[in-house]
């Protein structure tokens, strides 16, 4: 079972952690913590139940408002800039192209310049993959660790946004974080999960001396501590004591002024089902917390590999987990972003240098699948595979009969077969795998969605 906190506490404790630290604390004094679980705040949570209640309907099929302009609630969130406390959250989820971080960093760091920066965000613990690179922070870890990743449906949650958990009882591993942009973090949310054989968790900041955080409870279920810093940090180290597993699904980095805060979290190899590995309490108590303003929804490269992949099953699956999602954040704009064009070249195909690109003929997409059983060397050629614009489209209907904003990722590219050109450019804007982009090829296509997101805004 898993504890709920609601916006308008989280905002008390914010507020009354900040009046201490102005008028009590002095930089000599230590990070000071508190915990969800804390009888003051369990009894708080508690008295709001009901109404999360109202705010995550049990039906599937709820109905939305749809407005003349699908991103008018995140417009009006932006509107309240710049108050002094203001602080507007960003969610965004996908696969790979989300994953490394290039794509969601250079969106990050267009949202910061223009609105302020309140905070790297949320974070899974560690690096649980190994190209894992998020921007503006550096991370170290030792080889102990155990990852459960969430896209592996033999591996048991909890999960939350963040798809990962990390663990382990030695006290010999730790993780190491560091902000790598000049600024430093006011507060750090730390989600870990109770359970009977929980370990202690170590954790240091910057200069002050460690303190420990016990995972030990009589039931399993999702838990947060915060830790405010004086003065701000700008490292922090997690170990565990030695005493018994310590289990962490995310860390979240704030600091105390008005901007926005930018959460992204990608997944290698993901389909939008991988929500559904997600435990749908934790997601939603995840969600109540964190109130975004805008969810960025990017996923449909993976399913446009899928040649079985079924025209209704797809839909009602993409329906289904951006409902999940919708009712778990009422208050946020969606935006659905299509997937970007990706080529594929059959592994049979003997002659793979200087082969061009071109889309399939009707024929070729009918009779797809057969083609490529019985190795047919008419598919030897760069080609986007036949249900990527299918999964696109897809996308965009569901975006339109919801009311949910939808960006064609591959107009960009110039449509089928734009990977492919891109490969060759010099410098490249996409890999030679014809599926991710350069550097420059994510930053090209993120001002783009950016300058898409921002074009009706007037404030």
Same mark, same amino acid.
């Given at each position: 079972m898993v504890r709920y906190q609601l916006k308008p506490l989280f905002q008390i404790v914010r507020f009354i952690f900040g009046v201490f630290v102005l008028f009590s604390c002095t930089a000599s004094q230590p990070p000071t913590m508190i915990s969800e679980t804390e009888p003051r705040v369990v009894q708080k949570i508690r008295s709001q139940q009901a109404l999360l209640k109202t705010i995550l309907p049990k039906t599937a099929d709820v109905a939305y408002p749809i407005t003349l302009n699908p991103l008018a609630s995140f417009y009006r969130s932006l509107d309240r800039f710049p108050g002094r406390y203001t602080q507007v959250?960003?969610?965004?989820? !996908?696969?790979?192209?989300?994953?490394?971080?290039?794509?969601? !960093?250079?969106?990050?760091?267009?949202?910061?310049?223009?609105?302020?920066?309140?905070?790297r965000g949320m974070l899974p613990v560690g690096k649980p993959f190994p190209y894992f690179r998020p921007s503006n922070v550096s991370l170290w870890q030792s080889q102990g660790w155990q990852v459960s990743n969430s896209r592996k449906t033999s591996t048991k949650g909890p999960y939350g946004l963040s798809g990962f958990r990390i663990q382990s009882a030695d006290p010999k591993q730790a993780i190491r974080l560091k902000m790598t942009d000049g600024t430093r973090f006011d507060e750090i949310d730390i989600e870990f999960?109770?359970?009977?054989?929980?370990?202690?968790?170590?954790v240091?900041?910057?200069?002050?001396?460690?303190?420990?955080?016990?995972?030990?409870?009589?039931?399993?279920?999702?838990?947060?501590?915060?830790?405010?810093?004086?003065?701000g940090g700008s490292r922090v180290k997690i170990s565990p004591k030695g005493d018994g597993p310590i289990k962490l699904l995310s860390?979240?980095?704030?600091?105390?002024?008005?901007?926005?805060?930018?959460?992204?979290? !990608?997944?290698?190899?993901?389909?939008?089902?991988?929500?559904?590995?997600?435990?749908?309490?934790?997601?939603?108590?995840?969600?109540?917390?964190?109130?975004?303003?805008?969810?960025?929804?990017?996923?449909?490269?993976?399913?446009?590999?899928?040649?079985?992949?079924?025209?209704?099953?797809?839909?009602?699956?993409?329906?289904?987990?951006?409902?999940?999602?919708?009712r778990s954040?009422?208050?946020?704009?969606?935006?659905?972003?299509?997937?970007?064009?990706?080529?594929?070249?059959?592994?049979?195909?003997?002659?793979?240098?200087?082969?061009?690109?071109?889309?399939?003929?009707?024929?070729e997409i009918e009779h797809y699948i057969a083609?490529?059983?019985?190795?047919?060397e008419q598919l030897c050629r760069w080609h986007p595979p036949p249900k990527l614009n299918v999964v696109r489209e897809i996308q965009r209907e569901v975006a339109a009969e919801a009311g949910y904003f939808f960006w064609d990722w591959s107009t960009v590219m110039g449509g089928a077969c734009g990977t492919h050109t891109w490969s060759q450019e010099k410098p490249r804007l996409a890999g030679k795998d014809h599926v991710h982009f350069s550097q420059r090829g994510y930053k090209l296509t993120a001002d783009a969605l950016f300058k898409a997101l921002m074009a009706d805004y007037s404030g």
């Amino acid at each position: 079972m898993v504890r709920y906190q609601l916006k308008p506490l989280f905002q008390i404790v914010r507020f009354i952690f900040g009046v201490f630290v102005l008028f009590s604390c002095t930089a000599s004094q230590p990070p000071t913590m508190i915990s969800e679980t804390e009888p003051r705040v369990v009894q708080k949570i508690r008295s709001q139940q009901a109404l999360l209640k109202t705010i995550l309907p049990k039906t599937a099929d709820v109905a939305y408002p749809i407005t003349l302009n699908p991103l008018a609630s995140f417009y009006r969130s932006l509107d309240r800039f710049p108050g002094r406390y203001t602080q507007v959250n960003i969610l965004h989820l !996908g696969d790979s192209h989300t994953a490394g971080d290039q794509f969601s !960093g250079r969106l990050r760091q267009l949202f910061q310049a223009r609105f302020g920066s309140a905070g790297r965000g949320m974070l899974p613990v560690g690096k649980p993959f190994p190209y894992f690179r998020p921007s503006n922070v550096s991370l170290w870890q030792s080889q102990g660790w155990q990852v459960s990743n969430s896209r592996k449906t033999s591996t048991k949650g909890p999960y939350g946004l963040s798809g990962f958990r990390i663990q382990s009882a030695d006290p010999k591993q730790a993780i190491r974080l560091k902000m790598t942009d000049g600024t430093r973090f006011d507060e750090i949310d730390i989600e870990f999960q109770r359970h009977p054989k929980g370990g202690t968790m170590v954790v240091e900041v910057d200069k002050w001396p460690f303190f420990e955080i016990r995972t030990e409870s009589s039931r399993d279920y999702v838990d947060r501590h915060r830790l405010t810093i004086p003065g701000g940090g700008s490292r922090v180290k997690i170990s565990p004591k030695g005493d018994g597993p310590i289990k962490l699904l995310s860390w979240t980095f704030r600091r105390n002024q008005f901007g926005i805060i930018y959460h992204s979290h !990608g997944i290698v190899s993901a389909t939008i089902n991988v929500i559904n590995q997600w435990s749908r309490n934790v997601v939603s108590w995840e969600m109540v917390w964190l109130e975004p303003s805008l969810i960025i929804v990017a996923y449909g490269t993976n399913e446009g590999f899928h040649d079985d992949l079924n025209w209704d099953e797809y839909k009602q699956d993409f329906q289904a987990r951006l409902a999940l999602l919708h009712r778990s954040a009422p208050q946020a704009s969606i935006v659905v972003v299509g997937p970007p064009d990706a080529n594929r070249l059959p592994r049979y195909c003997q002659k793979r240098q200087e082969v061009d690109c071109e889309p399939l003929t009707p024929y070729e997409i009918e009779h797809y699948i057969a083609l490529r059983q019985e190795k047919n060397e008419q598919l030897c050629r760069w080609h986007p595979p036949p249900k990527l614009n299918v999964v696109r489209e897809i996308q965009r209907e569901v975006a339109a009969e919801a009311g949910y904003f939808f960006w064609d990722w591959s107009t960009v590219m110039g449509g089928a077969c734009g990977t492919h050109t891109w490969s060759q450019e010099k410098p490249r804007l996409a890999g030679k795998d014809h599926v991710h982009f350069s550097q420059r090829g994510y930053k090209l296509t993120a001002d783009a969605l950016f300058k898409a997101l921002m074009a009706d805004y007037s404030g």
